[in-house]
């Protein structure tokens, strides 16, 4: 019902069908509609740690990690649209996680085939064994900013709380590549 008076005081508002997700996933309170819709919106393909058939909510560690990731994936996405340039706004979510997950940190030698770069096959599979398992997700190295770089791929809502917007970034994309970024939070406000 909480996620209901949110949708209507907010047009853009959409978290999916929560009917996909188990009871205690159906999370609400501060920040729920940042979450949820990682959980209920699929993309067809998948991604690193999930599938066609369940979502996860990735983060990153620290600010440089997380804009690694995204601009690898929204390079991915610019070029198979054939974007022209333009420059592209990212928001910045920050989230509580609260919960225990699988940490696979100190196995990239050991698990080569699931920190690929560009083949998901493994470790889609890995991340449907643990999911299937009830593991509410996993903790991994970067793939994009390696070797400091921490990630995770988490797939149950119940361990995140209190989303919340930390500030706007904006990605240089020139046509072909993603040539920088450029913080937002310098905003003066007219009085």
Not at 9 to 18: A, I, Q, R, W
Not at 63 to 78: D, P, S
Not at 120 to 143: D, E, F
Request: aromatic share 10%; charged share 20%; hydrophobic share 35%.
């Amino acid at each position: 019902m909480l996620l209901e008076v949110e949708r209507l005081t907010d047009p853009t508002f959409s978290v999916g069908y929560l009917g996909s997700l188990e009871q205690e996933d159906r999370i609400s309170g501060a920040g729920a509609g940042r979450i949820l819709p990682s959980f209920t919106f699929h993309d067809p393909t998948g991604t690193r740690f999930s599938t066609a058939s369940y979502g996860a909510y990735y983060a990153a560690l620290d600010l440089k990690t997380a804009i690694y990731e995204t601009v690898h994936h929204r390079t991915i996405f610019m070029k198979a649209t054939n974007e022209p340039a333009q420059d592209i706004d990212q928001l910045l979510i920050l989230a509580d996680l609260q919960g225990k997950l699988h940490d696979i940190r100190l196995m990239r030698s050991a698990l080569a085939n699931v920190y690929d770069p560009s083949n998901y096959s493994h470790s889609q599979s890995l991340a449907s064994n643990l999911r299937s398992a009830g593991s509410l997700g996993i903790v991994y190295q970067s793939v994009r900013n390696s070797p400091t770089g921490e990630c995770v791929a988490v797939w149950r809502a119940r361990v995140l709380s209190n989303a919340r917007e930390d500030r706007h970034i904006t990605y240089r994309w020139n046509g072909s590549k993603i040539t920088g970024y450029f913080d937002k939070s310098a905003y003066q406000a007219l009085l």
